[in-house]
């Protein structure tokens, strides 16, 4: 069973930054796709940013740009640098590793909420 625990939350004014890491108990992130998904009050949860085996990154339209997911393998932790925040980025964040053929695994997830 593989855990992951995420960390780097918080509240931020506009315009600020945060950097999201989400720490596993093995080295799942190095062979296996991930990403972080966002669930905002009243809304489903949606995904955000995602980090091939390859390293190759795709990001959601809103968030291009703006935000920056990275993996680094010696501490098997996965990131995402959040830069320009925007209230409308106000959410509860969740990183997601989702090995083929297995069970995906998902943080307790992270709050994240940007004042205007």
């Known amino acids: 069973q593989v855990q992951l625990v995420e960390s780097g939350g918080g509240l931020v004014q506009a315009g600020g930054s945060l950097r999201l890491s989400c720490a596993a108990s093995s080295s799942i992130f190095r062979f296996n796709p991930a990403g972080w998904y966002r669930q905002a009050p009243g809304k489903p949860r949606g995904w955000v940013a995602f980090i091939a085996n390859s390293g190759a990154t795709t990001y959601v339209g809103s968030v291009k740009g703006r935000f920056t997911i990275s993996r680094d393998d010696a501490k098997n932790t996965l990131y995402l640098q959040m830069n320009s925040l925007k209230p409308e980025d106000t959410a509860v964040y969740y990183c997601?590793?989702?090995?083929?053929?297995?069970?995906?695994?998902w943080g307790q997830g992270i709050q994240v909420t940007v004042a205007s």
């Open positions: 997601n590793v989702d090995p083929p053929g297995r069970a995906e695994y």
